[in-house]
C-alpha cells in the first residue's frame, strides 16, 4: 500500500439510528418507522470522507474485539484504508451511538465511546512511521484528550500539517491541544461537518497551492453533497460521482 498522504487519529462508532415523527420529551415513549445500523465516529467519518475523495489514508484507532469492532474493520479495508495500527481490545465494547432522528431531520445523539478511551498515548506513538511521512493529520475529540494531544505533538515535531476538529464541544480542552493544532476547526452538524473536515483534510495534502479560502470553499460543497443523500459515511461522495462543475485541479 502506498504511504498515507493523511493521517487520522481518532474514533470509530457503530451508529444505532432510529427514525421517528417527532423526538421523544423525556420520561416518554414512542414509536419510531425505521432503524438502521451504519458505521459512524468523527475520526472513521473524516477518514472515509478523505478516502471517498482519492486520498491514501491511515487509521489509528481502537476497536472492541465483537461484531461492531470486526464489521468496522471489513468498511475500512473495503474503504482501501490502511489498518495497521487499529487497535483491538476485549477491555472495553466498540463504541456506539444511539440517535434518534425525527421527520424534519433533526437528530439528538448518545455516544457511548467504550473502545475509543482505551487507546493511549502509548499506542498512537506505535504509529509514528506513519505520522511522520504523512502530509496532513487529523484529530477530533472522541478519544482521551492525552491520546490526541500526543497524536499532534507527534506530527508538529515531523513538520507534519495538524488539524484539530473540537467536537463534540468539551469546555475542559486542554490549551496545549490548541496550541499544536495548524487548524482548529468546530461545527455544529455532525455528518456534514466530518464531511467537510475529511474533504479539508484531502485539500491540505494533494492541493496545497490553493488557498485556505478555496479549500474552505470547496468542502462546503462536499458537506452540501453529503447532506442530500441518506446515512453518514453512505453519503460522502466519491470523486468520479461529483458534479461537473465541482472544480478539483
Do not use: W
Not at 116 to 131: H, Q, S
Not at 225 to 231: D, K
Amino acid at each position: 500500500m502506498a504511504a498515507s498522504k493523511v493521517v487520522v487519529v481518532g474514533s470509530c462508532m457503530t451508529d444505532l439510528v432510529s427514525y421517528t415523527c417527532r423526538l421523544p420529551k423525556p420520561g416518554e415513549t414512542i414509536h419510531g418507522h425505521k432503524f438502521s445500523i451504519g458505521f459512524g465516529g468523527k475520526g472513521a467519518n473524516q477518514c472515509i470522507a478523505a478516502t471517498r475523495l482519492g486520498a491514501t489514508t491511515s487509521m489509528v484507532a481502537m476497536v472492541g474485539e465483537d461484531s461492531f469492532g470486526h464489521n468496522y474493520l471489513e468498511n475500512f479495508k473495503a474503504n482501501h484504508v490502511d489498518t495497521k495500527y487499529i487497535g483491538v481490545t476485549k477491555e472495553a465494547a466498540t463504541g456506539v451511538a444511539p440517535i434518534a432522528v425525527d421527520d424534519s431531520g433533526e437528530n439528538c445523539i448518545i455516544i457511548v465511546a467504550g473502545a475509543n478511551l482505551k487507546m493511549t498515548p502509548a499506542d498512537v506513538l506505535k504509529a509514528e512511521d506513519i505520522i511522520k511521512d504523512a502530509c496532513v493529520m487529523v484529530c477530533q475529540g472522541e478519544i482521551t484528550m492525552e491520546a490526541t494531544l500526543t497524536a499532534l505533538t507527534l506530527a508538529r515535531k515531523f513538520k507534519v500539517k495538524t488539524v484539530m476538529n473540537a467536537a463534540p464541544a468539551n469546555a475542559d480542552l486542554d490549551p496545549e491541544i490548541i496550541k499544536n493544532s495548524d487548524i482548529f476547526c468546530v461545527n455544529e452538524s455532525e455528518g456534514a461537518g466530518d464531511a467537510f473536515v475529511g474533504a479539508l483534510a484531502y485539500y491540505l495534502a494533494y492541493h496545497p497551492s490553493l488557498t485556505m479560502t478555496e479549500m474552505i470553499q470547496r468542502s462546503c460543497k462536499i458537506a452540501t453533497v453529503s447532506v442530500q443523500a441518506p446515512g453518514t459515511q453512505s453519503s460522502y461522495p466519491k470523486k468520479d460521482d461529483l458534479p461537473v462543475n465541482y472544480s478539483y485541479k
